[in-house]
């Protein structure tokens, strides 16, 4: 075996790295006002589409030593609708989708006549006046702590004239190791320059989970991948010293339920496909009738027993999702298994394909809609297991740890307190 500084074994060898580290890592360091404060960083993790049963459906080492140590809920309740940017930004603003205004992943902004999409190299995603309420990097940003992105929805906007310190425009071919070697990088930073708030994000099991289904065995090898990856950051940490010092929250944005070919509500059915334009089609039909909207609604309320219709305004409370510009006057929502399509669609291309794997986006009410929370580090119990909670209260819980004034949101911390020491 090599040796360096004399060192004979590594364990001996990460000893000395962690005494090392655990010192230059709490230094004090300047705030605002030239007086000194210790401040312990907070890492925001998300696996998009990681449903609440995962860690139970195989072998999950490193997850389960996060989890014992920890504090878990048994759920994150996500908001409506169960999609993947109106979740990341109501987990980080604290607010319902109609007051961040990020209602779905597609929009159409009337004031703006523009449309919103998301995917690589959006440039809607990058574009600050979408988000109407402030995101935690730049409350933190705005109270002279540092918070630096490796990935989160709409963290490469300049929102409200702020930036993360550092941040990254979203490329999914940065593999996981550089995600989390890029956090430990950031940790390293000498104090003065050292992040306060640390994010990242990661797509794999939603993308294995839209492909092949929440119960397939491919499921399984995303689950593995994530694991090793949190192992790989859960090392990091502790050869630094640090895994019981930083704050580590692990969420999800939302579950994922199977969807068939033999299930689908075919819209043409109902109405001429001409009269209306589609914002956004399934498992939320987001319809602008183009002349008469009553005649669109009565022409699809009630006719078909797995798809609710709603008027603009009318939506059930517990969605909030009745108040936004973006929200167009017809709302169609699938019941769970359910798809909406076209015949024409459904014909066409290989499109059939897509609706055989699995999707979310359904009402949050649904057991499979769930997503994960687990938070790790001195703010939180250790080994406690809790109840679900609603993802727009981890906005203010998070501003309590890191000691920040929160915005305006629609969370309260009395939620989360639960899952926190103090
Ligand atoms: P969904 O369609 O709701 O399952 O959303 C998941 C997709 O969101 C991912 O596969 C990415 O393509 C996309 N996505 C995630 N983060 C970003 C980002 N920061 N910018 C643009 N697209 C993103
Ligand atoms: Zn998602
Ligand atoms: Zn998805």
Known sequence: MKTEFNVPKPVNRRFVLSIISFFLFFTACPSDNGSTTTKTPLILISMDGFRWDYFNKTETTNFDELIQSGSKANALIPVFPTKTFPNHISIVTGRYPENHGIIANRMYDPVFDESYYIGEGSAPVRDGKWYDSEPIWVTAEKQGQKAMTMFWPASEAEIMGIRP????????????????????????????????????????????????????????????????????????????????????????????????????????????????????????????PLNNVDEIYSKLKNVH??????????????????????????????????????????????????????????????????????????????????????????????????????????????????????
């Open 165 to 288: 310190s550092e941040y990254f425009v979203y490329d999914g071919s940065v593999s996981h190791n550089d995600r989390i070697d890029q956090i430990l990088k950031w940790l390293d930073y000498p104090a003065e320059e050292r992040p306060t708030f640390i994010s990242t994000y990661f797509s794999h099991t939603d993308s294995y989970g839209h492909q092949y289904g929440p119960d397939s065995d491919e499921i399984l090898k995303a689950i593995g991948e994530m694991d090793r990856t949190i192992g790989r950051l859960i090392f990091g940490l502790k050869v630094r010293g640090l895994f019981d010092k930083v704050n580590i929250v692990l969420v999800s944005d939302h579950g994922m339920a199977s969807v068939h070919l033999d299930s689908i509500i075919y819209l043409d059915d109902y109405i001429n496909m001409d009269d209306v334009y589609m914002v956004d089609w399934t498992p939320i039909g987001s319809i602008s």
């Open 305 to 422: 027993p797995n798809m609710s219709v709603y008027k603009k305004g009318e939506a059930p409370e517990r969605y909030h999702y009745r108040n936004h510009r973006r929200i167009q006057p017809v709302t169609a929502v699938a019941r769970e298994h359910w798809s909406i399509s076209t015949h024409e669609y459904i014909a066409t291309d290989d499109h059939a394909e897509g609706f055989n794997g699995a999707t979310h986006g359904y009402d949050p009410a649904y057991k499979s809609m769930r997503g994960i929370f687990v938070g790790h580090g001195p703010a939180f119990k250790s080994g406690f297991s809790g109840p679900g909670i609603t993802n727009v209260h981890l906005y203010e819980m998070m501003c309590s740890i890191l000691g920040l004034n929160p915005a305006k949101n629609d969370g309260s911390l009395d939620s989360s307190r639960v899952f926190l020491i103090n």
